[in-house]
């Protein structure tokens, strides 16, 4: 991608209304814009970190197990009445009639849509267990949006369900889901805390949430200090502390839940399966949900500095930004040139900065998107020789143009962890 051809309105100044560095910064660097209180346009910056994020996503559900599809964001009225959740969730549901004056939701989560697709499509408990999701737009209608992508009105969501005919079949999909998750947010470059959220022993219902412990989030977890186990305040207000000391109290941004529904919405909506004996029994659900669009706050929250994003390798938007520092220098120009055109032609994803800006301009917009690596050819471009610079250590090393397609790849591969 040329710089010069690229749509990323980025701002000089910043308001002072974005209480969060991430939202300070995801709209300074022209990766999202708001249209009105908690609805945000992703630009083609902010939409490549987020295709990044659902490419991992997909990549491990499918290796779950897991499978796609695609549900309407229109729900019609009348199933939500059937759940019981009309009434319950009334408060965050977005209202759409059509010209016969039929009533629909805006999807805030799929649990009614799904179920109903399933009662309709599955008889036996020979077709379970089965676990599918969607990543698609969800509809709330929250009283105080807040944080730019962190709680809004509409939002990405990565969401799953999973049936079963049996209590142990759900166990084993929910302990695969929290694995899941874990290698989810590893690859995403969070370190993120499962909190206890469950009722276990006190009874009631079993969850776990996702956290990203940060002074900036809003949910207050209980950590302890000595084995790392956390738990929300609910819980934590319910078991004695598990080493003997006291539990820290942290704050969290949730990004990711695991819910065992049981029976609760399939049982209204008369969702069954004949069992290995010929009887009828309400299918077992879990529900697995990940907030998609809130990881690109959650990380640009924990990768910044005063000059910047700093995206992980494993999601950021390029993986290089390559410049001549004089683009008149012929001998700078061409060697550039040829270095785009073979580091693309390799699989690396450049945005070569084109424009007839000086060097400094460039580097302050390398810093601000925050590209991991950054390929200046300079004054030894004579010698066939450029710059690299890591965006996050600081660190420059000079490398030869033969070497410059295996020694970016290089860099690029000690940057993705582990999964
Ligand atoms: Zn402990």
Redesign the pocket.
């Known amino acids: 991608m040329r710089c010069s051809r690229m749509f990323a309105p980025t701002l000089r100044e910043m308001s002072t209304e974005a209480e969060m560095s991430s939202h300070r910064l995801l709209l300074r660097a022209g990766f999202i814009r708001q249209l009105a209180a908690g609805i945000y346009s992703f630009l083609p910056l902010g939409l490549l970190v987020l295709q990044h994020v659902t490419n991992i996503i997909r990549d491990e559900m499918n290796r779950a197990g897991a499978q796609e599809l695609l549900l309407p964001a229109l729900h019609p009225q009348e199933l939500w009445a059937e759940s019981g959740r009309e009434a319950t969730m009334q408060d965050i549901l977005i209202k759409a009639t059509d010209r016969r004056g039929t009533k629909f939701y805006l999807g805030p989560t799929h649990e009614e849509v799904i179920t109903d697709l399933v009662r309709h499509n599955i008889r036996s408990y020979r077709d379970l267990p089965l676990n599918l999701y969607q990543i698609q737009m969800k509809y709330r209608d929250e009283p105080r949006p807040r944080g730019g992508l962190v709680r809004t009105r509409e939002f990405l969501m990565k969401d799953a369900y999973s049936f079963h005919c049996d209590e142990a079949s759900l166990d084993a999909t929910y302990q695969k889901m929290i694995d899941t998750y874990k290698i989810i947010f590893r690859r995403c470059g969070l370190a993120i805390t499962p909190v206890d959220a469950s009722g276990g022993a006190i009874g009631g219902k079993e969850t776990k949430e996702f956290m990203l412990l940060i002074k900036s989030g809003e949910d207050t977890v209980l950590v302890?200090p000595?084995?790392?186990?956390a738990a929300n305040r609910e819980i934590a207000d319910n078991i004695p502390?598990?080493?003997g000391v006291p539990y820290e109290e942290r704050s969290g941004m949730e990004l990711g839940h695991v819910f065992k529904l049981r029976c609760a919405i399939s049982e209204p909506l008369h969702a069954t399966v004949t069992d290995e004996n010929g009887a009828e029994t309400p299918i077992v659900m879990g529900c697995y949900g990940i907030g998609v669009s809130r990881i690109l706050a959650a990380v640009a929250e924990v990768n910044n500095d005063e000059n910047g994003l700093i995206w992980p390798m494993s999601i950021a938007l390029y993986h290089v930004y390559l410049l001549a520092a004089n683009p008149t220098d012929q001998v700078q120009k061409d060697l550039a040139d040829h270095i785009y055109n073979e580091q693309t032609a390799a699989g690396i994803d450049v945005l070569y900065d084109d424009r007839s800006e000086r060097v400094g301009v460039k580097f302050k917009d390398a810093d601000l998107i925050g590209v991991p690596l950054r390929l200046l050819v300079g004054r030894l471009a004579g010698q066939g020789i450029c710059e690299l610079h890591d965006r996050k250590t600081g660190v420059n090393v000079d490398v030869s143009g033969e070497q410059v397609v295996s020694e970016v790849s290089r860099s690029i591969a000690n940057k993705l962890p582990y999964t």
């Open positions: 302890c000595q084995c790392g186990y502390p598990c080493c």
